[in-house]
């Protein structure tokens, strides 16, 4: 039971831009468990299984509870409910600097964060036509945004809505949860399942193998993806709609930061992300 409850606050970090679900599992104690079971599913299976099923229902719970609210601000409140989103991925960055540094740190890995910043910055902003908005997916899509959404989950930091943002698919997302879109969601949920396996393992050896290095990596197309959570209607102005689009984006940063801080103090997190 209290995995599950867990699993529904993870769920949370699936649709709400800035607390990404893979730092919410790093806050409970349960990142490196699900890593390694989810990347080694097959092996004493029925034991995975009983694992994961609780907290895998807990956030498809959270996902689909979370989304409805999230959709609802988006569309009434778009301006200060991205500014809030923008607070929260800023308060991740500290956060995330730190977990590069944490297994040892040298100059070079500055270089890659920095071409890595500038790859992620070619992708998603320098080239905004490469990744249209999609309103009406096709099957392959639904379950590339699947894929994507597990990339989301296990990949440490990478923030779900700035990913999604970036590759034309997050209102698209959230509409489907929001509504309970079945044509794009059974789709999405079999790509969210196969990537989810296959990136669990691949991330598992590569932090195994390469730790700073992918993190490093990691760090700075993350880095480059920021700005694209603001869309062209986020522009502030001199009025009461803006003034409170800047509180709510310090007010995002305060929290996001105090649960960085959680995951820092957290006792049951062992071994590497």
């Known amino acids: ?36 079971a989810l990347g080694t599913l097959f092996v004493d299976l029925k034991k995975k299984i009983m694992f994961l099923l609780p907290i895998v229902c807990g956030m498809g719970i959270g996902v689909l509870l979370f989304s409805k609210i999230l959709n609802f601000f988006l569309n009434r409140y778009e301006l200060p409910t991205r500014f809030c989103f923008l607070g929260l991925i800023l308060g991740t960055v500290p956060l995330f600097y730190k977990e590069v540094k944490k297994n040892g740190f040298s100059g070079i890995y500055y270089v890659v964060i920095i071409l890595a910043a500038a790859l992620g910055t070619w992708m998603f902003t320098l080239n905004p036509n490469a990744f249209p908005q999609i309103d009406d997916p096709t099957l392959l899509q639904s379950i590339f945004l699947g894929i994507a959404v ?8 990478v923030d779900p809505a700035v990913l999604l943002s970036s590759l034309g698919l997050y209102e698209m997302y ?35 193998r390469f730790y700073t ?61």
């Open 1 to 36: 039971m209290k995995n599950f409850l867990k699993g529904i606050v993870v769920g949370l970090g699936g649709v709400a831009p800035g607390l990404s679900g893979s730092v919410l599992l790093i806050i409970f104690g349960l990142y490196q468990n699900v890593l390694d």
């Open 174 to 208: 959230v509409r489907s949860l929001a509504n309970l879109d079945l044509q794009v969601l059974v789709p999405m949920a079999a790509g969210l399942g196969a990537g989810a396996v296959a990136i669990s393992f691949g991330m598992s050896v590569l932090f195994k």
């Open 150 to 157: 597990a990339a989301t989950a296990i990949i440490p930091g």
């Open 213 to 273: 290095m992918t993190f490093s990596v990691i760090f700075g197309i993350f880095l480059s993806m920021i700005p694209n959570m603001l869309n062209e209607k986020c522009t502030l102005g001199w009025d009461g709609q803006s003034v409170i689009s800047i509180l709510v984006m310090a007010f995002g940063f305060l929290i996001s930061y105090y649960l960085g801080g959680l995951e820092n103090n957290g006792e049951q997190e062992k071994g590497n992300l």
